[in-house]
């Protein structure tokens, strides 16, 4: 899995994650969004946050 961040004004950067085993999704309890990810891999734990976090309607469209 590759992970690619930055903004659109600046070259994005790559994160690779080797055999991720397991991906989760978090919310912040508040506003309901999924603010947190953590990926398991065979080489260890990846956490990301997101500012703003990722809104659940989107997730149900993408379930569907």
Same mark, same amino acid.
């Given at each position: 899995? =590759? /992970?690619?961040?930055?903004?659109?004004?600046?070259?994005?950067?790559?994160?690779?994650?080797?055999?991720?085993?397991? /991906?989760?999704?978090?919310?912040? !309890?508040?506003? !309901?969004?999924?603010?947190?990810?953590? =990926?398991?891999?065979?080489?260890?734990?990846?956490? =990301?946050?997101?500012?703003? !976090?990722?809104?659940?309607?989107?997730?149900?469209?993408?379930?569907?």
């Amino acid at each position: 899995m =590759i /992970i690619e961040t930055g903004s659109s004004e600046e070259k994005p950067l790559q994160y690779q994650i080797v055999e991720p085993i397991r /991906i989760v999704l978090k919310t912040d !309890g508040e506003s !309901g969004r999924y603010n947190h990810l953590e =990926i398991l891999a065979e080489m260890g734990t990846t956490e =990301i946050d997101f500012h703003p !976090g990722i809104n659940p309607a989107l997730l149900e469209k993408l379930a569907a």
